[in-house]
């Protein structure tokens, strides 16, 4: 899964990355509403949150843009965002909107289970996925919690902090995704601070999806639309 923060560089560029995207066979792409507090988000995309707001972008221009990628493409598309958006919006209305533009789910980074009240059935009823997180300070209780309310994956945060940071890949992350996996049957991804094909490959046989965010707009910004393309090439050659 990969994931693109709406509204930065610039709509025209997202789009030219959603096609690189389709080029190389994506499995699921994350489009970030921008906010201003975003606040799982590490540096680059904190910095790119920002710019997108200051460039304009705000909720109806994001599902205006949304609708037209779900048109497009065929990988499954998910909101990522915080939750003040579905607050102001209203559940009902935010996974109304959701739907209607295309949304196979979301994920609220910053909204506990506990905190969803009817969000979980008026996600239900408008056929959309809220996406929890897993994450290395829960205690194997609280995994289970979160495992029995989950639906469609489970997003499993490698370590501690905020994106983009590299993740050591180690022994300890091997016990971590056993209780993960034993909290859950839905499929595992793992994100926060994935960077290359070998952090692929070096989850193989251990979750079913592997996020990266972070590196690809770093390669972006440093190095075009060619720099990403090989990313992404690299990165989708480490599935197999």
Same mark, same amino acid.
């Given at each position: 899964?990969?994931? /693109?923060?709406?509204?930065?560089?610039?709509?025209?560029?997202?789009? @030219?990355?959603?096609?690189?995207?389709?080029?190389?066979?994506?499995?699921?792409? @994350?489009?970030?509403?921008?906010?201003?507090?975003?606040?799982?988000?590490?540096?680059?995309?904190?910095?790119?949150?920002? &710019?997108? &707001?200051?460039?304009? $972008?705000?909720?109806?221009?994001?599902?205006?843009?949304?609708?037209?990628?779900?048109?497009?493409?065929?990988?499954?598309?998910?909101?990522?965002?915080?939750?003040?958006?579905?607050?102001?919006?209203?559940?009902?209305?935010?996974?109304?909107?959701?739907?209607?533009?295309?949304?196979?789910?979301?994920?609220?980074?910053?909204?506990?289970? @506990?905190?969803?009240?009817?969000?979980?059935?008026?996600?239900?009823?408008?056929?959309?996925?809220?996406?929890?997180?897993?994450?290395?300070?829960?205690?194997?209780?609280?995994?289970?919690?979160?495992?029995?309310?989950?639906?469609?994956?489970?997003?499993? /945060?490698?370590?501690?902090? /905020?994106?983009?940071?590299?993740?050591?890949?180690?022994?300890?992350?091997?016990?971590?995704?056993?209780?993960?996996?034993?909290?859950?049957?839905?499929?595992?991804?793992?994100?926060?601070?994935?960077?290359?094909?070998?952090? &692929?490959?070096?989850?193989?046989?251990?979750?079913?999806?592997?996020?990266?965010?972070?590196?690809?707009?770093?390669?972006? @910004?440093?190095?075009? $639309?060619?720099?990403?393309?090989?990313?992404?090439?690299? &990165?989708?050659?480490?599935?197999?």
């Amino acid at each position: 899964m990969t994931h /693109v923060i709406v509204g930065y560089p610039s709509l025209e560029a997202n789009w @030219e990355m959603l096609e690189v995207m389709a080029e190389v066979g994506v499995d699921m792409v @994350e489009l970030q509403l921008p906010f201003s507090e975003p606040i799982a988000d590490g540096p680059t995309f904190a910095r790119a949150n920002q &710019l997108a &707001l200051e460039r304009g $972008i705000r909720t109806d221009s994001y599902f205006d843009f949304f609708r037209r990628a779900t048109g497009r493409f065929d990988f499954p598309l998910l909101m990522m965002g915080y939750y003040n958006v579905a607050f102001r919006m209203g559940h009902r209305d935010f996974c109304q909107q959701l739907s209607a533009s295309g949304g196979w789910g979301y994920i609220l980074p910053d909204l506990p289970f @506990e905190e969803y009240g009817d969000l979980f059935d008026r996600s239900r009823e408008n056929s959309v996925a809220p996406i929890l997180l897993m994450t290395p300070t829960n205690t194997p209780e609280r995994l289970k919690q979160i495992g029995a309310r989950s639906v469609g994956f489970v997003y499993v /945060v490698a370590r501690k902090g /905020v994106t983009g940071h590299r993740s050591e890949l180690d022994a300890h992350l091997d016990d971590y995704l056993a209780q993960c996996r034993a909290s859950t049957s839905l499929p595992l991804a793992l994100g926060f601070g994935l960077q290359n094909g070998d952090d &692929l490959r070096g989850l193989q046989d251990k979750v079913e999806m592997g996020i990266v965010g972070s590196a690809l707009l770093d390669r972006w @910004e440093a190095d075009g $639309i060619e720099g990403y393309r090989k990313l992404l090439t690299e &990165l989708g050659a480490a599935r197999n």
